[in-house]
């Protein structure tokens, strides 16, 4: 009898697994917490890399579909100083080994690939116990409860799947994100707008940044980075947004008011997103049924471009072993083999970015990064 497979999490990564298993005619249920696929935007711009996230897509058969999602010459990146002084531009490249998606589409784009039924929505994990003559049982908050064979964290940086396998969880970094946006298209900020390029601006200086993409259709979204406690952040009081977002512009005191512009003028829920990691190298010993994909196995500040792209690949490569392995022990072993190198890899590159963009050499490293990649 097929073994049953529990996925905790609709994300990029659970989703992927959840693909490629079906693909192999291996079937596996996922839990997700939140009530729809709808009910949480998903905005923001990935780019899907050729070694890893290009991969996952080829193994769930929808590389040609993924193709139809790619904005061309939104790949673009511009590196400025405070002044607004560009010192790297690069040009959009259509034939880019990575090229940018919206993180929404993709994700809808997986979620339609699955067979019906596949998702439980409204399903947040609560617990999650070994039961003593083999297999797992999971409880959801909403009370109800079920039996799997084997479990999957999927489920982010807040894992409740992970401390079956370690107790490390994840520390914050130092570094707050806070989303923003013009998304009325920005008509009475034309200059600021046009100081992005057709891409990605990066402002960047020591300890602060103001991150900008411009979508094709001509709105502006982003991040303001600053290194600061997370106490202080979260001392801002957003109930007043207006009143917040001046606050945080009077961080850049000095900077170009091209630039200020995309803080003090942003009509975005300014969303805090501190931005956590789990420690680069951790692995964990193997416990029988159990593993983890994505940021849930090796949550990492987003500054090597990797943590969706390593979701996806962790999740083809699972479902391969699984799908080609009638022993799950060794097809657990196998993947986790792999897992662990890669993650570290990508954890550690992540973190000397994070030092690059917002450490004390910025913007002249951020410059020697793009020169040398
Ligand atoms: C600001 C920012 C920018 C980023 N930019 C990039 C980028 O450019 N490129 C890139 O590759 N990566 C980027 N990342 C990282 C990327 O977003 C993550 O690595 C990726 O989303 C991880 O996918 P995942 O499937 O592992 O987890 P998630 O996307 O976090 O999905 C986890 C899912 O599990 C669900 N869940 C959580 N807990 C439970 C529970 N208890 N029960 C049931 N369901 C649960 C959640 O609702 C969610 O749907 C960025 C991250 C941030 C914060």
Not at 67 to 75: A, I, M, N
Not at 184 to 202: C, D, E, H, K, P
Not at 204 to 216: E, F
Request: hydrophobic residues 45%; negative net charge.
């Amino acid at each position: 009898m097929q073994k049953t497979i529990a996925i905790v999490g609709a994300g990029l990564g659970g989703l992927t697994l959840a693909r490629v298993l079906q693909a192999h005619g291996v079937a596996a249920t996922i839990y997700e917490g939140e009530a729809s696929a709808a009910a949480r935007a998903q905005g923001g711009l990935l780019d899907i890399h050729e070694e890893t996230g290009q991969v996952a897509l080829r193994a769930a058969g929808l590389y040609d579909e993924f193709l139809t999602l790619v904005r061309p010459g939104e790949d673009a990146k511009r590196v400025v100083d405070r002044h607004g002084t560009i010192l790297f531009d690069m040009p959009a490249d259509p034939g880019s080994a990575r090229p940018e998606v919206d993180r929404g589409e993709l994700r809808r784009l997986l979620i339609d690939s699955l067979a019906p039924g596949t998702i439980r929505w409204g399903h947040k994990l609560a617990s999650v116990r070994r039961r003593p003559e083999g297999g797992y049982v999971l409880t959801f908050a909403e009370g109800s409860a079920t039996r799997a064979d084997i479990v999957i964290g999927a489920d982010g940086a807040w894992s409740t799947v992970r401390p079956l396998l370690t107790p490390a969880e994840p520390l914050f970094s130092g570094t707050c994100f806070i989303e923003i946006a013009l998304t009325s298209g920005g008509q009475n900020f034309r200059a600021s707008v046009a100081a992005i390029g057709s891409g990605t601006l990066m402002a960047v200086a020591p300890g602060k940044g103001i991150i900008a993409h411009r979508y094709a259709d001509g709105r502006v979204r982003g991040y303001v980075a600053l290194n600061k406690p997370e106490e202080w952040m979260r001392s801002i009081d957003f109930g007043d947004p207006s009143a917040g977002l001046r606050r945080l512009a009077d961080e850049f005191d000095g900077w170009s008011p091209l630039l200020t512009a995309f803080v003090a003028e942003s009509d975005a829920e300014p969303w805090l997103r501190p931005v956590y990691a789990l420690p680069v190298g951790l692995t964990w010993d193997r416990v029988p049924g159990v593993t983890l994909v994505g940021d849930a196995a090796h949550l990492m500040s987003p500054f090597a471009g990797e943590g969706a792209n390593l979701a996806m690949y962790d999740g083809a490569d699972l479902a391969g072993e699984l799908a080609g392995q009638s022993d799950i022990e060794v097809a657990l072993s196998a993947y986790e083999e792999r897992l662990f190198p890669r993650s570290s890899d990508a954890a550690g590159r992540s973190a000397q970015n994070l030092e690059i963009f917002f450490g004390r050499e910025a913007p002249q490293s951020v410059v020697t990064l793009f020169d040398h990649s």
